[in-house]
């Protein structure tokens, strides 16, 4: 027959599930920081590529004339390379508050600046800078610290379409 001691838990064993639970949430907190950031990382690329094609798909698919303008007398971007980084720009509005560092470069045949020739290939590079505010602790392993945080480089080549 059963007693009623025998069913209760022995004074020994009181307490360790709460000692196992508490060796167990610093891990479940890492996976849950390290999940977060890279569902983060994993974002902010997504968008910089969305922007790097759409302002390399615009370029590609201008007028031979908009091409050959020159931007200005000093041999600055044509027009048409200013409105490319403005398109990149706008589709990176939604993620320019969390980010440090970000730029825009459009290049034609290569790394040379648009405007004057009539290029072969055209190209839309994002360079952004990521940091993790909320999990500090954790991703700092991540990246290097003179980088200032998570390099992404969105880079998108094309064939000009106007020739």
Known sequence: MKTLSSSLPRKGERGSAAIEFLA??????LFLA???FFARVFWYYSVAGKAAHDAARFLSSTTQVEMKTQGSSDGGDASVAILAKSIASAELAEIKPVLDYWTIG???????????????TVRVKVRMTVRD????????????????GLPLIADVTMRYVGN
């Open 24 to 29: 167990v949430v610093p891990i479940l907190l």
């Open 34 to 36: 390290l999940s977060l």
């Open 106 to 120: 459009v290049y034609c045949d290569g790394d040379e600046v648009c405007g004057g020739t009539v290029p072969q």
């Open 133 to 148: 505010g909320l999990f500090d602790i954790f991703s700092d392993q991540f990246y290097d610290e003179d980088a200032g």
